[in-house]
Nanobody, 122 residues
Framework: VRLVESGGGSVQTGGSLRLSCVGSGFTFKSNCMGWFRQAPGKKREGVASWDEHGLTAYADSVRGRFTISKDTSADTLYLQMNSLQPEDTATYYC?????????????????WGQGTQVTVAS
């Protein structure tokens, strides 16, 4: 299993970014996919997920600003992030699991990408 994120960068408050995650080595459409983030000194937190049935879930802190989507034909997961705030600054990780698709507990996710940095300047 391999996951490769891209699309991070630096933006001003209120700006937008789109993260991508290309998966390989597993059946992309059958797995739960999730986005997580971790800021320095903080616990890794779930941002959004897309389960094997196409149902999505979001953290309260990003609902209405972030959108998770998936292109199964390209084995790619996306995270569109709008109205970015300084508190969104973190390293963002793509992850997958075939167990429980719950972003409240990152330990359910078994495979992880290397992460991509998002920095939002105030």
């Amino acid at each position: 299993v391999r996951l490769v994120e891209s699309g991070g960068g630096s933006v001003q408050t209120g700006g937008s970014l789109r993260l991508s995650c290309v998966g390989s080595g597993f059946t992309f459409k059958s797995n739960c996919m999730g986005w997580f983030r971790q800021a320095p000194g903080k616990k890794r937190e779930g941002v959004a997920s897309w389960d094997e049935h196409g149902l999505t879930a979001y953290a309260d802190s990003v609902r209405g600003r972030f959108t998770i989507s998936k292109d199964t034909s390209a084995d790619t997961l996306y995270l569109q992030m709008n109205s970015l705030q300084p508190e969104d600054t973190a390293t963002y990780y793509c992850a997958t699991t075939r167990t429980r698709c719950e972003i409240d507990e990152y330990r359910w996710f078994t495979n992880w990408g290397q992460g991509t940095q998002v920095t939002v300047a105030s």
